[in-house]
T-cell receptor
Framework: AQKITQTQPGMFVQEKEAVTLDCTYD???????LFWYKQPSSGEMIFLIY????DQQNATEGRYSLNFQKARKSANLVISASQLGDSAMYFC?????????????WGAGTKLIIKP | AAGVIQSPRHLIKEKRETATLKCYPI?????VYWYQQGPGQDPQFLIS???????DKGSIPDRFSAQQFSDYHSELNMSSLELGDSALYFC???FGTGQETQYFGPGTRLLVL
């Protein structure tokens, strides 16, 4: 069963606009973590933001914020004032237990293109 | 700040050859993860090491093996390469295996001809 769902395969957004990338997840574990990573065309995987399941407040990192709605099991990424350099693939990932440790489960990604 | 280092960045091999990918984690990180990302796909977890011991195994083929050395660097050894092994191979590191964020290296792009 798909555990991380990103429903937007691709998005076009005008420069300077805010953009919301959707992510829903499925887990029965009360302790989990949610991550967003950015992958530009050059290929590297860049960590953006993290939200723990017990965190009371939504995570923020500069222009990135995570709209965490626990009851709905959603963890949408919001990028304010988008820039041309934000064009990239964006992956939502969830950390879940594997054996005695943890692994990352990934969504299929959203390709974001910022238009000038 | 120092990041995860992977070498080589690009590698071209022929079918049935072997390849060795190297990963140098962020200083003081004791956990290394290997991922495989096929074209247009999300990363797939292969294997991880904590304190030089294998901690978890994902979808790693039997033809692949890996280890973590005393200086915490890790190597992924791939034998009898197949066309389907062409992918971007990421190494990530973290401090501990619990709640810590995994930081990724730039990846090694492997092309099998």
């Amino acid at each position: 069963a798909q555990k991380i769902t990103q429903t937007q395969p691709g998005m076009f957004v005008q420069e300077k606009e805010a953009v919301t990338l959707d992510c829903t997840y499925d887990t029965s574990d009360p302790s989990y973590g949610l991550f967003w990573y950015k992958q530009p065309s050059s290929g590297e995987m860049i960590f953006l933001i993290y939200q723990g399941s017990y965190d009371q407040q939504n995570a923020t990192e500069g222009r990135y914020s995570l709209n965490f709605q626990k009851a709905r099991k959603s963890a949408n990424l919001v990028i304010s004032a988008s820039q041309l350099g934000d064009s990239a693939m964006y992956f939502c990932a969830m950390r879940e237990p594997l054996g005695g440790n943890y692994q990352l489960i990934w969504g299929a990604g959203t390709k974001l293109i910022i238009k000038p | 700040a120092a990041g995860v280092i992977q070498s080589p960045r690009h590698l071209i091999k022929e079918k049935r050859e072997t390849a060795t990918l190297k990963c140098y984690p962020i200083p003081r990180h004791d956990t290394v993860y290997w991922y495989q990302q096929g074209p247009g796909q999300d990363p797939q977890f292969l294997i991880s090491f904590y304190e030089k011991m294998q901690s978890d195994k994902g979808s790693i083929p039997d033809r692949f093996s890996a280890q973590q050395f005393s200086d915490y660097h890790s190597e992924l050894n791939m034998s009898s390469l197949e066309l389907g092994d062409s992918a971007l191979y990421f190494c990530a590191s973290s401090f501990g295996t619990g709640q810590e964020t995994q930081y990724f290296g730039p990846g090694t792009r492997l092309l099998v001809l």
